[in-house]
């Protein structure tokens, strides 16, 4: 039975002009130039369906390939142009409609409007009297041509005009810092994203069984979100079963869940390119053995205390810390590890990273328009960001004991029973004026909700 999803949240055209508005005033006197993403092709004659440069997007909210955004304050009439596919009937016959030049300015709000073709002709009117180009030089290599020819024309030009840009310089750390903080559409839309896995993380427990295939349980889960209408899975689904939870990005997904199996599902789902990113591990049987409870109490445990650190002014490399020194404890209460908790956290020359094999990443990344969002984590002095309201990122540590992990030297033999477990708990949260709000609390996570 389908039943009606709510209306489908966007971000309005207000909101687009104002994040403009601020990237123009980080430009000083320069000109930015962004290429929309390519369209990629799957195999032979065949394309993935299009997404989006992110950063493209997050300042037009314009979702065709072959696009170019032009922002500048150095132009007597235009601050935003847009050169696009022009209408072509035939062409959006077979490959979908497109926008044009002359909805470009009604429904995107540029100031002017071209078609690509004029790009040569056009552009160097917004360039000519800036003082810098902010252009990324991405995988693009014929587009980044285009502007380094147009960059080396215009300084040749410029001890005769006397103006010019004299500098080419990335906007991907300003664009980095307007994105870091969300605002309510924003937030709107991770929240809608949030609830959407939320449903989905919830069937998958009630789906997964011994005898059950990894890929089913995919199925199911990706089901879910494009029934409540997101755009599909945020990033490919991880539905790790047994030792595959020991493989940090597996996403085979085509193992039998056997009765004595952890699975790990590391799935979320894309809302208007706003995506969800949540970790459950529970057991296929519906029971943890002894060694699976003890990992995955440790694990637990070191995500609630980091989450329960998130406020204003501290950093994720404190959280970071807090999940590590929980785990690194956990591991020396099973015998995992040996020494002092102080030591083994602070990475002596005598204990160094003796935790390693069994946790190897970060416990946080930002969230946003991309799943491992735009956002700096250090300032240009080098000291870890700050945390601010309206910040948005994950909470996962985890512990992998994969059939082949090796301690390091001097630390205990693994025993047998500890081999292919592996575990992750992942939320997102929201930074608020007083602490944080989980936007995956809907998706429980006690040992008692994990097991049936």
């Known amino acids: ?43 032979n004659d065949v394309e993935y369906t299009f997404r989006q440069d ?51 300015v009604t429904q995107f709000g540029a100031d002017a409007a071209y078609p690509i ?21 991405g995988l693009d290599e014929p587009f980044n041509d285009c502007i380094l020819k147009l960059w080396r024309r215009l300084l040749a030009q410029y001890p005769r005009r006397g103006m010019g840009p004299l500098a080419l310089e990335d906007p991907n750390p300003i664009l980095a810092r307007l994105r870091l903080t969300k605002s309510p559409a924003e937030l709107a839309l991770l929240r809608r994203a949030a609830d959407i896995a939320a449903q989905a993380h919830n069937q998958a427990r009630e789906v997964a069984h011994p005898g059950v295939y990894e890929y089913q349980v995919q199925a199911e ?12 899975p ?20 085509s193992r039998r869940l056997m009765p004595d199996d952890l699975l790990l599902i590391d799935a979320g789902c894309a809302l208007d390119y706003y995506n969800s990113d949540i970790t459950r591990t529970f057991p296929a049987a519906g029971r943890f053995t002894p060694p699976q409870q003890a990992i995955y109490e440790a694990v637990l445990a070191a995500q609630e205390a980091a989450i329960a650190a998130v406020r ?20 020396v209460d099973l015998g995992l590890l040996v020494g002092n908790v102080d030591d083994l956290v602070g990475e002596t020359e005598e204990a160094k990273q003796a935790y390693r094999p069994y946790f190897m990443h970060r416990t946080s990344h930002w969230l946003g328009l991309d799943v491992h969002d735009a956002g700096p984590y250090r300032t240009p002095s080098g000291e870890p ?13 985890g512990l992998y004991i994969g059939p082949d992990t090796e301690p390091r030297e001097g630390q205990p033999a693994i025993a047998d029973h500890w081999r292919g477990i592996g575990v992750r708990i992942e939320d ?25």
């Open 428 to 452: 997102d949260v929201l930074v608020t004026e007083t602490g944080c709000e989980v936007l995956t609390a809907a998706v429980p996570k006690s040992v008692m909700a994990m097991e049936r």
């Open 54 to 104: 992110s950063n493209f997007y997050y300042l037009t909210g314009f979702n065709e390939p072959n696009t170019v955004a032009v922002l500048t304050t150095q132009h007597t009439e235009h601050q935003f142009i847009l050169f696009v596919q022009p209408k072509d009937r035939t062409q959006e016959m077979w490959t979908g409609y497109r926008v044009g030049p002359e909805a470009a």
């Open 385 to 397: 960001v700050a945390l601010e309201p309206g910040y948005v990122f994950t909470v996962e540590p």
């Open 312 to 331: 204003p002014g501290i950093t994720l490399v404190d959280i970071h810390t807090t999940a590590l020194r929980v785990l690194v404890s956990g591991l």
């Open 1 to 43: 039975m389908i039943t009606l999803s709510p209306p489908q949240l966007t971000i309005s055209a207000e909101e687009y002009r104002q994040r403009r508005q601020r990237f123009l005033a980080q430009l000083g006197q320069g000109t930015a130039i962004l290429r929309s993403a390519p369209q990629a092709v799957m195999h």
């Open 221 to 232: 889960m990706e089901a879910t979100f494009r029934r409540e209408g997101a755009m599909g």
């Open 234 to 253: 945020a990033y490919p689904s991880i539905v790790a079963a047994g030792p595959n939870a020991c493989i940090l990005h597996y996403t085979e997904n």
């Open 117 to 137: 073709s004029e790009l040569d002709s056009q552009l160097p009117q917004y360039c000519e009297k800036a003082d810098r180009l902010y252009y990324h030089l």
